[in-house]
């Protein structure tokens, strides 16, 4: 079974820019979650979806929006790029119908968002 | 940002000791607590899981010990290898609350 891929796996924009990065789950996999990893702030839940509805959302600003298509596709877009914008977004699968964490989570190799 | 307390944040050990790291959570409502394991270049991948109904859990060289009554887990890596170098991170809520990860280095 083929594991979560996202796109792209690098990227680079300037500031004020806004950027879209994808995710595609493990087939068979309902929620998709989204992460931002930084060195200072480490590994921080941005928000949730399943079948195509936001379940959870992480304390991020409104710039950071995400939707799930109905194959279960996600997309995490980030409008009016801050450098601290940087970081490693991750994606993450799970099969789960209950509630997120009940059942095992697969993440994918993330993007590298650098912010100029 | 919210974070589960984890130490050490690095950690040398010889090849064949044992690794043992600690989290400190805080939200007592917390059921599931994940371990995952970092490779450079690559996402968090679950090594390891325990349940709020379980005091302990164990793998394949590692076993996982959850202290409900102090908010307390820890992961012990027994007989490391070279290949347990990473990063590792404990979460809790749901596993949506990541700790600040430990950064194993194992010398051959």
């Known amino acids: 079974k083929a594991g979560v891929t996202q796109t792209p796996r690098y990227l680079i924009k300037t500031r004020g820019q806004q950027v879209t990065l994808s995710c595609s789950p493990i087939?068979?996999?309902?929620?998709v979650s989204w992460y931002q990893q930084t060195p200072g702030q480490g590994l921080q839940f941005l928000f949730e979806y399943f079948s195509e509805t936001q379940r959870n959302k992480g304390n991020f600003p409104g710039r950071f929006s995400g939707r799930q298509f109905s194959n279960s596709r996600s997309e995490m877009n980030v409008s009016t790029l801050e450098l601290g914008d940087s970081a490693l977004y991750l994606c993450?699968?799970?099969?789960?119908?209950?509630?997120?964490?009940?059942?095992?989570?697969?993440f994918g190799p993330g993007t590298r968002l650098t912010v100029l | 940002g919210e974070n589960v307390e984890q130490h050490p944040s690095t950690l040398s050990v010889q090849e064949g000791d044992s690794a043992v790291i600690k989290c400190t959570y805080s939200d007592s409502a917390s059921n599931y607590f994940p371990w995952y394991k970092q490779e450079l270049g690559k996402g968090p991948q679950l090594i390891i899981d325990?349940?709020?109904?379980?005091d302990k859990r164990q793998g394949q060289r590692v076993t996982v010990l959850l202290n409900k009554t102090v908010k307390h887990l820890s992961l012990q890596i027994a007989a490391t290898q070279p290949g347990d170098s990473a990063v590792y991170f404990c979460?809790?809520?749901?596993?949506?609350?990541f700790g600040t990860g430990t950064r194993l280095q194992v010398f051959p």
């Open positions: 325990i349940r709020s109904n379980m």
């Open positions: 993450a699968s799970s099969y789960s119908s209950g509630r997120l964490g009940t059942d095992t989570q697969y």
């Open positions: 979460a809790e809520n749901f596993g949506l609350i």
């Open positions: 087939s068979g996999h309902r929620s």
